[in-house]
């Protein structure tokens, strides 16, 4: 590979200051135990540092940024899928029990938790999905990271909505 | 964000959350590529160290034994060692090449994620469908050859030669077998995948799709069949009751010992690499 130049390091700079906070949130969206989590926080910037090497425009910066911390986290778990628990999809999450309290879910340190454990419980494509809208990106803009059509990124986001709502709207006020 | 929207404040929530952990920096960066090459290039020489003492072995055998390995039947056998050493050190280059979930820093930003995890997928695939060219038939060459070369030497220990040959032979064929297996399942998932993407990450995992027990055994069956040439005189008069045996069982027992070590010794590296 070749070395890096300062105006890579600079972007890198300029990009880790940018999203490193929604960096750490998607890696909390993948791993629960904090090793583990701060060890894919960190392949994830050395994988985005390398990337830039290869950023020729044809999409945005953060596009960018979004697909190689995704692809780097599915490599990740890939690795460990064999030790992992059973994943579901946003439709059967809706019917399991959230285990949740209503009075102490007025909490939003308690909310942020039980947001984890739902997220990190849900397939790899539909939790991509829900970190991105988390982070307020468009129908479009989560279809071209994760390779879905706009239209089914739209779906996904209604049933997203419907179960947020149905698990949390009222609690977190 | 739209004030009806009933999730606006749980995005809200999400986005304004305390760090848990302090800014990765470009010194942590760099440090981490530090030393993620520094573990590729220990790994690289640990496999170079081993092909040199292996090569080293081949050059000691064939010192020792003087001008009669290198003429006569001798010569097939010293060639075909030559060989199966040459065809380990191919399939250990091909697992390290391909045998690992690997990722270009470019293809991680150009590629969507269902794009990117088919392309995995089919990598892998096609990985362990072509198991027979680049893991099992290299080694054969070596084999045939030095089986040649000790049955026109030495007709007597013919029985050992052929028990050696049908180990091998069942080897490769459970080897591929299971690894056809992997194939079939790595081929599901991608139906899936095209059918519904959503539910492609879904599916039961099928663990290691190369089995990690067919490399063990077939490592140590070539480094225990290596160790077995190069030491097996000296092991079996240490052994009780091994110089009572036939030299073709007294073989075979200590081939079949050093791969056993060998099986062993990769199942608990493995075991305290999980753990971690």
């Known amino acids: ?173 | 964000m739209t004030p009806e929207d009933p999730t606006t404040d749980l995005r809200i929530i999400w986005q304004q959350q305390e760090r848990r952990e302090p800014p990765v920096t470009l010194d942590q960066v760099r440090a981490r590529a530090r030393r993620v090459e520094a573990k590729v290039d220990r790994r690289n020489l640990l496999e170079y160290v081993a092909g040199v003492v292996a090569l080293l072995i081949v050059t000691g055998v064939g010192m020792s034994g003087g001008a009669a390995l290198w003429s006569g039947p001798r010569l097939l056998v010293s060639v075909g060692l030559i060989l199966l050493l040459l065809g380990l050190a191919y399939v250990l280059y091909q697992l390290h090449t391909r045998g690992s979930w690997r990722a270009m820093p470019g293809e991680l930003g150009t590629t969507d994620s269902v794009a990117f995890h088919r392309a995995e997928l089919v990598r892998q695939r096609d990985l362990l469908k072509s198991v027979w060219s680049w893991y099992i038939l290299p080694m054969y060459p070596g084999m045939a050859l030095m089986a040649i070369g000790v049955l026109i030497s030495d007709p007597s220990i013919a029985t050992f030669v052929a028990l050696v040959l049908v180990l091998a032979a069942v080897m490769s064929y459970a080897v591929a077998r299971a690894n056809a297996q992997g194939a079939k399942v790595v081929q599901r998932q991608i139906d899936e995948l095209e059918a519904d993407p959503a539910k492609a990450f879904a599916l039961e995992p099928a663990t290691d799709h190369l089995q990690h027990w067919s490399i063990w055994l077939l490592k140590s069956f070539f480094y225990a069949f290596v160790g077995g040439l190069a030491a097996g005189r000296h092991i079996v008069p240490l052994v009780p009751g091994l110089d009572t045996l036939s030299r073709p069982v007294a073989a075979l027992v200590v081939v079949f010992t050093l791969m056993g070590i060998g099986v062993l010794l990769h199942a608990a590296w493995w075991l305290s690499r999980r753990k971690k």
């Open chain 1, 1 to 173: 590979m070749a070395a890096p130049t300062a105006d890579q390091d600079a972007l890198y700079g300029r990009l880790a200051a940018s999203y490193g906070a929604a960096l750490e949130r998607l890696a909390g969206g993948y791993e629960s135990d904090s090793d583990k989590r701060r060890d894919l926080l960190q392949d994830i910037h050395l994988a985005l540092w390398r990337s830039l090497d290869h950023f020729a425009g044809r999409c945005s910066l953060r596009t960018w940024v979004y697909r190689v911390a995704h692809n780097t986290a599915i490599s990740h778990i890939s690795r460990r899928r064999a030790r992992a628990p059973a994943l579901v999809s946003l439709d059967e999450v809706a019917t399991l029990a959230d285990g949740g309290d209503a009075a102490s879910a007025l909490d939003r340190r308690l909310a942020l938790d039980r947001l984890y454990t739902l997220v990190q419980r849900l397939t790899v494509v539909d939790r991509q999905v829900i970190l991105l809208y988390l982070e307020d990106l468009d129908a479009a803009s989560i279809g071209e990271i994760v390779g879905l059509s706009p239209s089914n990124v739209a779906t996904k986001v209604h049933r997203i909505k419907e179960v947020l709502s149905h698990r949390f709207h009222g609690r977190t006020r």
